[in-house]
């Protein structure tokens, strides 16, 4: 099998350099930077090109051999996430002078529709395959009251005809993309993300409630990890807080805020703690460094994940990976990562009453929450790293062997 040695990464509006939950970082930026360094440990030498978004920051970051980090210049580096679409042109033309210049490479691999459309235009400059990975949907998001701007959805309309393969995160998205996209499935490959086990592994929860400085006490430690937005659902975890039946249970609220409304969804649940008279149960904490967060997972008795809807749900994987049962919404990549009644449970239409009662029945019962953690752990056991990069290294090497998808 020919094997691909050189990899063009496209991550435009967000770099697996910033830290996950400051602004629109996320998951995207943990896939990214994760998926980046298993892949150069198994030989792939990758390039993330990525925007410059501040001046002070160098021309390439070497992150590890064979993981590099590149910023273009395109716009102002202030510039709002609403008005990226503005700079695609200039990224592209940031890129391709670069590979000419620096770089031959083997394949695209383009993460976000922003990024999809300048993978669209390198892959027929540079003529090599471009795999696309969109984390997000925007018809998805629609679905879920969440709606995109139609020049979104022609994009990744547009980028799915030229990419030559697309990878879907588990089978919900595959789905997703054959029935509101018309994708034929040979175009999708199922390419699940992983997580780090050496640092999201179970460990003693009432030692990490202390090393944290929360009460000793034996109160109930509800979690929920995201940033602040209408996606990730943090009034629904506010309102099934206080339906909880256990009254001394507190809530922690790990993020910040996020997108152009982002402070203002931090006031409103804010406002909404206060009016349900939970305020003084909650503990708000500002984002932290990704392999921090492994204390807070494993000091909670409970994960909760309300989002709208989620490609895959890594907050879901990390908590599970940490031996912690979790509450989610029955949406997208969540049905896949908690099973139903053995890993935790699942809530139709994001109801913060049934909310409430899924927590309240490991809250009532600490041997079947011990049991679902234990599976919840060793669920999470078969996600890592290294296979996702392993399963993409094959499609990457097999894509070069092929003719490129004509979007003509």
């Given amino acids: 099998m020919l094997l691909v040695r050189t990899l063009a990464v496209l991550s435009l509006h967000t770099s697996p350099l910033v830290q996950p939950g400051v602004g629109d970082s996320g998951g995207m930026n943990v896939y990214v ?47 709002p996430k609403e008005r990226l679409p503005e700079v695609v042109g200039a990224f592209t033309d940031g890129v391709l002078a670069h590979l000419r210049s620096h770089d031959d490479v083997d394949a695209i691999h383009a993460n976000y529709w922003l990024s999809g459309v300048a993978g669209h235009t390198l892959k027929h ?86 090393a944290l400085g929360l009460h000793d006490d034996g109160h109930p ?47 409103k649940a804010h406002a909404l703690a206060d009016e349900l008279g939970v305020g003084d149960r909650i503990t708000w904490v500002d984002p932290q460094p990704h392999y921090r967060l492994a204390s807070y997972y494993r000091a909670a008795d409970v994960c909760v994940v309300p989002s709208r809807s989620e490609s895959f749900g890594l907050v879901a994987l990390e908590a599970a990976a940490c031996g912690v049962p979790v509450v989610a919404a029955a949406v997208g990549g969540l049905r896949t990562l908690v099973e139903h009644g053995r890993t ?41 790293w290294s296979t996702t990069a392993a399963r993409l290294r094959r499609l990457y090497a097999d894509l070069t062997t092929r003719a490129l998808v004509d979007c003509a």
């Fill in 125 to 210: 400059a540079l003529d090599i395959p471009l795999v696309s990975t969109f984390h997000t949907l925007a018809r998805v998001k629609a679905e879920t009251g969440d709606a995109e701007p139609q020049r979104r959805i022609d994009a990744e309309v547009a980028v799915m005809r030229c990419s030559d393969a697309i990878t879907a995160s588990c089978p919900a998205e595959a789905q997703q993309l054959e029935r509101l996209y018309d994708m034929p499935p040979e175009r999708i490959q199922l390419v699940p993300p992983g997580v780090i086990h050496a640092f999201f592994s179970p460990g003693d929860r009432r030692g990490a409630q202390r």
């Fill in 221 to 267: 430690v509800l979690l929920f990890v995201g940033r602040i937005q209408p996606l990730k659902g943090v009034d629904v975890a506010i309102a099934a807080l206080a339906e909880v039946t256990h009254d001394d249970a507190e809530l922690l609220i790990v993020g910040g805020p996020s997108g152009p409304d982002g402070h203002a969804e931090a006031a």
């Fill in 344 to 384: 935790g449970y699942l809530v139709e239409d994001r109801d913060p009453t049934m909310f409430a009662r899924s927590i309240d029945r490991l809250l009532r019962d600490p041997v079947r929450a011990a049991a679902m953690g234990e599976a919840a752990a060793a669920h999470a056991r078969g996600f890592t």
């Fill in 33 to 79: 930077r994760e998926l980046v360094s298993s892949l150069a440990q198994a030989g792939v030498r990758s390039t993330v090109f990525t925007r410059r978004d501040g001046l002070d920051l160098p021309d390439v970051v070497d992150v590890e051999p064979g993981f590099r980090v590149v910023h273009i210049d395109a716009g102002p580096a202030d510039l």
